[in-house]
């Protein structure tokens, strides 16, 4: 009798998926993050010119060269030495430049080394934001133009364009001048009920009319188009597996991961990360989808699973970014254009004609980061919160929505659904209760409901913002209004 000997794999058929992705590995090398460096000056120079349209030379004096730090582990700081100094000593020499061509509206970063050239190219195309192409010769997709509806101009914010912003009382006035004068990046502030623009104020710089940077406020738009997909019943739940596009196979770890997980920070979504002296770490995804001229929702699903879904917060791009593939996969299998339908089912129901995502590469609009929009746009997205997911007398999300997108997880974070929460008391003359969608250079879109206010408030990368004299604006906002 002859013996059939135990496998030593499960020979069960699947009959969906083709088995885990190949997980990304992270180049933490010198030469690397050199390149990552010169490709996200690239992109900055194409944000700030030709997407928010500021000239060559405010451009220069808003500019702060932020070299790619490798990716930390669990714990904060890097998990080696980053190159900032190298590359600000480069940068006072000269050996970085900085090159704009405003008919092609893109960008040019050179750095010439010790033995290497480094190049990293951006452009602008209406619709897609800033697109990084990095190194490459050419972008990886034909950026079209992408057909957009307007608000009706005649009717009033926030349904239609026409605002007529009272003067503010002369406390919130002193509050307002008190803010600018020690916020020297800010753009401009709004404040609003659910029915108008009650004051705003611009720098020197700013403008009712110009599409100011969000950086992670992007992901409130994304968390905010999960909840539309919900509505509409593309899918059905937050607590369900991720759908995401790479993720189909059922004996996969990556099952393990619902939308919330992505939603909250909680995925556990890690990745290898190799340096120059041949350690290998594991990181978490930082600012790379900025700095890789590459396809962003592909990266991000090839994540490997570094700690128990939903056991951990840590703060990554990528968990957002696998949201963004699930929007693109939801869009495409029912045929629809995925660029157009992106913008309407959000933006553009919500009149926010100014907002446009960044893209990557390959032609995804990258979900955690690099929107832009005018402050009046963007306040309308705190209106759509204020009032519940309902606008114009329909409901656009679903019922409760708000209650889960702007409540905190109470596990170790004031960290809520894409939307960060007082909880902490970061602004202590605000109540608890206050969330704001949140960007990385202190962009915000406070959204106080029980006070029936909304606050926004753009800056530029990597200036400083007075969080104190924010503090008491808001506060003085509130008094004056609510």
């Not at 909680?266 to 120059?276: A, C, E, Q, T």
């Not at 989808?289 to 879904?309: H, W």
């Amino acid at each position: 009798m002859t013996r059939i000997p135990e496998p030593y794999f499960d020979q069960t058929p699947h009959p969906f998926g083709g088995g885990p992705v190949d997980p990304i590995v992270y180049d933490a090398g010198a030469a690397a993050l050199r390149q990552r460096t010169v490709n996200f000056a690239a992109k900055r120079y194409a944000d700030m010119m030709f997407v928010s349209g500021l000239d060559r030379a405010t451009a220069d004096r808003h500019f702060r060269l932020r070299a790619a730090p490798p990716p930390a582990g669990l714990d904060p700081g890097p998990a080696s030495a980053d190159i900032q100094a190298e590359a600000q000593a480069a940068f006072a020499d000269g050996r970085i430049s900085i090159e704009t061509d405003a008919n092609d509206r893109r960008t040019t970063v050179r750095w010439v080394g010790d033995g290497f050239v480094l190049t990293g190219h951006a452009l602008a195309r209406p619709g897609y934001g800033g697109i990084l192409r990095g190194p490459h010769p050419r972008l990886g997709f034909d950026p079209r133009p992408v057909p957009r509806s307007s608000p009706d101009a005649g009717r009033a914010w926030p349904i239609g364009d026409a605002v007529e912003a009272g003067h503010p009382p002369p406390a919130l006035a002193g509050a307002l001048d008190a803010f600018f004068a020690t916020s020297d990046g800010a753009y401009g502030v709004l404040i609003a009920s659910p029915d108008r623009v009650l004051a705003e104020g611009y720098s020197r710089f700013g403008d009712p009319e110009r599409a100011t940077p969000s950086w992670s406020m992007t992901k409130a738009i994304t968390c905010t188009l999960i909840g539309r997909l919900i509505h509409e019943g593309w899918l059905a739940s937050v607590h369900d597996p991720a759908p995401a596009p790479l993720w189909r196979d059922p004996r996969s770890i990556h099952r393990l991961i619902t939308l919330d997980h992505l939603l909250r920070m909680r995925s556990g979504l890690g990745f290898p990360v190799r340096h120059d002296d041949g350690r290998t770490t594991i990181g978490f995804e930082n600012s790379a989808v900025y700095q890789d001229a590459g396809d962003a929702f592909a990266a991000a699903q090839r994540s490997i699973i570094a700690t128990i879904p939903g056991s951990v917060y840590r703060y990554v791009n990528s968990g957002i970014n696998v949201l963004g593939a699930i929007i693109r996969d939801q869009i495409e299998r029912r045929a629809l254009p995925y660029h157009q339908t992106v913008y309407g089912m959000l933006a553009d129901r919500l009149g926010m004609s100014s907002y446009q995502h960044s893209a990557d590469m390959t032609g995804n609009l990258i979900a955690s980061g690099s929107g832009f929009a005018t402050l009046r746009d963007y306040a309308r997205l705190g209106v759509l919160y204020l009032n519940d997911g309902v606008w114009n007398g329909e409901r656009l999300l679903p019922e409760g929505w708000a209650d889960y997108a702007l409540t905190a997880t109470h596990a170790g974070t004031s960290y809520a659904a894409c939307f960060r929460t007082n909880t902490d008391r970061l602004f202590p003359d605000l109540p608890p209760d206050t969330a704001w969608a949140s960007g990385a250079s202190d962009q915000r879109i406070f959204i106080l409901r029980r006070h029936r206010l909304t606050v926004a408030v753009a800056n530029e990368m990597d200036h400083p913002m007075d969080l104190a004299a924010l503090n008491r604006l808001v506060a003085a906002a509130i008094d004056c209004y609510a």
